[in-house]
Each structure stands twice: as structure tokens, then as C-alpha cells.
């Protein structure tokens, strides 16, 4: 019998199709060579006592940026193989020639030549003793190479994983049976040898890793460095780590010389005295660090059937959660309005410690009475109109008092959203 795959997808059928069922890619489907009957595989199967295995060496190799090495949990682990994601033209290159200055580390670049590279190394300062480049992207030629080197580097750097190919799979470099392939590759040589691997993966139109979505599962940290290309603010997340958090955040500014860390807890607020119609400023914890954030919001008239809901910034569906909760606790007819909700420095806020802030800031907006000066909110908002605490609620209180905050709203003084509609009289 024989059998279809298609070079897109890797899906397979019995018979030809024009277009592929799974991928809905026309005139993929290739006749799959025909296989005599399987040998008996030459490898031995090994069992190991766990008790028996070295541990990995103590401690970490540290890149030298803080704001990094705090992602990842302190530094790097032998044999770590971690995917970096983000839109094209955030900084993903630049982070890695700014931070992997201090190790031994080969670039294998199938999108920029080695010339770019360096002029983009000079201008930001970058000293490149430490660099070697490759532009060869047949996983076969990397793997071989990598042999010849050995101990000779310290990391690997793969820009970008959609350019690597196998010579052993008929489809174009990208497509998803490329990527297992060579990914896998890779993931072995660097358990094997202990070396350290950085894996470029770009982000598509979408927000989803392109191609390789079904690759997180097999490395070990999973990077994303976010942030508008108008904005100059930077956030670098772990949403996968094996070896260490994934609740904290590393937070750099780009500037003319490159990515600058910030530690600043009140980098994302330009003036927390200043009052304004539907602004208020919220805390929350990334990780072990508390943040100050600015929401705005604009409550409009409508005269559309269905009003508009346009949010930036926070999620979306959990923004409609809230407006739904203030339309029935505090009696404020959102159905008549078009709600704007943006938050301020091109970054997203992810926690639940900012519901408070957003409900504060939509009265503001809807009575056009600013909220009072240096009020910081923090607090979960539930279905019944309660606010709960937060995580690490007291330490983000604790640093908002020292920083001069006056007038802080959380769970020990608002147990309901009632409560704000007082804010506005005062």
C-alpha cells in the first residue's frame, strides 16, 4: 500500500490528494518511498539506577545581564536547550550579542551575513572576541561541526530554527517535519555533550510561535521577549522553565546603544502624582519584584447597536468579565458606551492584581471626575463584585507606601467595587 506525507504538515494518506486535509496546503502530498521490512534495530536497550547518574556541575553559567540571568533562573544549565520567541525586529539578536558577551558562543545565522552581524555588533559596542559565526544551515553539516569543536564553546546560538533544514526529509525548511527533525537533532547532541543551546523561533501575525508551537514541549525554557516597536520598553518572560520560575520578568529599555536593563519598579510611570479622568495607577508582583502600572480608560457615547470594546494591553475576555460585573453591581449603564482600556508603556499586564485598577478607572472615566492624587489600587475582582487579595499583596503595598503613595485601595479597606463609587466624592 502506499503512502502519502505531506511536506507541509506531515500529514499522512493512503491516497493522493490535491490538497492536504490538515494544512489546507495545495499539491503537498509526496509518495513516500518504499520501506522493505524493518531490521532489528543494532542499539542496545540500556536501564540506568537514577542513584547511579552524576548530577549536573553546581551553579550556573551566568551571562552577565542580571535582567536575563533573573529570567532564566540565575544563569544557564548544562545541556539546557531554550527556544527564544518574539515578533520580528523586537531585539531578539540584539539581547543575545549584549548578553552572551562574556561566553564562548557560536552564531549560525541563516537570515543575516556575518558582515551585518558585526556591524550591528559595533555599533552597539559589543566586543566580539568571544563570537564565532556560521552561516551553514543543514542540521547535518551543524551537527558534524559541532563534533569537531567540542569543548571549544559554551553556547549555540540557532537564528532562526525556520532556516535550518535536514537533507534526510524531502519538504522546504520551515515546514513542521523540518522543524521536529532538526530541533530533535539538536536537543540530543546538546544532552549528550552538555552544551548550552539557543533556539530563534519567530512570532506570527497571529501571537503564536511560528511553525515550531509544537516544539515548546520538547526544550527545556521557553523565552519570550515582548514589546511594541514604537514603544522602547522591553519584557523578557519565561513561559516554560524546567530549571527554574517562570513568574518572573527581566525588563530592558532600547535605546541608541543597544538594550539597557531597568530596575526601576516606576520605569512605566511618568509622573504617579499627576491626576487625569480615567487614569489609575496599579501594583502588581512579577515574580519577586513589585511593578507600577498606568491604565487608562475612555468611556464614550455610542450610537452603535453593539458599543465598541477596544482593549490594549490587558485581556480581552477578562476585560468584558469586569465591564459585565460593573454593569450589574454598580448600576452604570456600559451598554450606552464605547470603553477604551490601554495600558501605558506597550507592555501587557497579565495578573489579577489589576482588576481593581481597571474597575476605578472605568468610573473615573463614566463620571469624568479624576480619581485621587497618589492612589494606587491592587486587588482581584470576583463575579460577585468582591475583592480579593492578591499575590504578595502586603509586599507590593509595603513598596508603594515607600515610594510615596498616600491613598492605597486593596483587600484590607475595599471588600466590594461599591465601595470605589466613595473615591469620587471625596
Known amino acids: 500500500m502506499s503512502l502519502f506525507i505531506c511536506s507541509k504538515c506531515g500529514y499522512g494518506s ?3 490528494m490535491g490538497k492536504c486535509p490538515d494544512c489546507g496546503e495545495w499539491n503537498t502530498l509526496v509518495a513516500a518511498q518504499n520501506q522493505e521490512k524493518k531490521k532489528k534495530s ?3 536497550f540500556e536501564v540506568t539506577k537514577l542513584s547511579a547518574i552524576k548530577p549536573l556541575a553546581k551553579g550556573r553559567k551566568k551571562t552577565g545581564t542580571f ?18 520567541t518574539g515578533e520580528p525586529g523586537v531585539g531578539k539578536s540584539t539581547l543575545l550579542l549584549q548578553s552572551l558577551v562574556n561566553l564562548r558562543t557560536l552564531y549560525v545565522s541563516g537570515e543575516e551575513a556575518a558582515e551585518q552581524i558585526k556591524e550591528r555588533a559595533e555599533r552597539l559596542k559589543v566586543d566580539l572576541e568571544n563570537f564565532s559565526f556560521s552561516q551553514t544551515t543543514e542540521i547535518e553539516s551543524i551537527i558534524e561541526g559541532l563534533d569537531q569543536l567540542k569543548s571549544k564553546i559554551d553556547v549555540l546560538v540557532i537564528d532562526s530554527i525556520q532556516t535550518v533544514y535536514s537533507n534526510s526529509i524531502d519538504s522546504s525548511s520551515g515546514s513542521i517535519s523540518q522543524l521536529k527533525e532538526t530541533v530533535s537533532r539538536l536537543i540530543s547532541h546538546a544532552k549528550k555533550n552538555k552544551l548550552i543551546i539557543i533556539i530563534v523561533g519567530h512570532i506570527t501575525k497571529e501571537g503564536e510561535i511560528a511553525g515550531p508551537k509544537a516544539l515548546e514541549h520538547l526544550v527545556d525554557c521557553v523565552i519570550s521577549f515582548e514589546g511594541e516597536k514604537i514603544s522602547h520598553h522591553r519584557l523578557l518572560r519565561a513561559t516554560k522553565n524546567r530549571f527554574g520560575p517562570t513568574d518572573e520578568i527581566g525588563i530592558f529599555e532600547m535605546k541608541q546603544q543597544g538594550l539597557v536593563e531597568v530596575n526601576d519598579p516606576l520605569v512605566f510611570l511618568e509622573d504617579k502624582g499627576e491626576i487625569a479622568v480615567g487614569k489609575a495607577i496599579v501594583g ?22 453593539n458599543p465598541r470594546r477596544v482593549v490594549r494591553g490587558l485581556d480581552y475576555n477578562k476585560v468584558l ?7 450589574k453591581y454598580l448600576g452604570i449603564p456600559l451598554d450606552r458606551f464605547d470603553i477604551y482600556v490601554n495600558v501605558i ?3 501587557t ?21 479624576p480619581l485621587p492624587k497618589n492612589s494606587l489600587f491592587v486587588g482581584e475582582v470576583g463575579l460577585l463584585g468582591e475583592v480579593r487579595k492578591t ?22 479597606n475595599t471588600k466590594d467595587i461599591k465601595l470605589l463609587k466613595t473615591l469620587l466624592t471625596k
Do not use: C, H, M
Not at 394 to 412: C, T
Open 14 to 16: 493512503g491516497s493522493w
Open 42 to 44: 543494532s542499539l542496545k
Open 67 to 84: 535582567e536575563f540571568d533573573r529570567v532564566l533562573g540565575g544563569g544557564f544549565i548544562e545541556g539546557e536547550v531554550i527556544l527564544l
Open 284 to 305: 502588581i508582583n512579577e515574580g519577586k519584584r513589585p511593578l507600577f502600572f498606568e491604565i487608562q480608560t475612555l468611556a464614550s457615547p455610542t450610537f452603535l447597536a
Open 321 to 327: 468579565l469586569l465591564l459585565a460585573v460593573i454593569r
Open 345 to 347: 508603556g506597550g507592555v
Open 349 to 369: 499586564v497579565k495578573t489579577p492584581a489589576s482588576d481593581l485598577g481597571l474597575v476605578a478607572s472605568v468610573i473615573s472615566s463614566f463620571k469624568n471626575t
Open 391 to 412: 499575590y504578595f499583596e502586603d509586599k507590593i503595598i509595603s513598596e508603594a507606601k515607600r515610594l510615596g503613595f498616600k491613598n492605597i485601595y486593596s483587600s484590607n
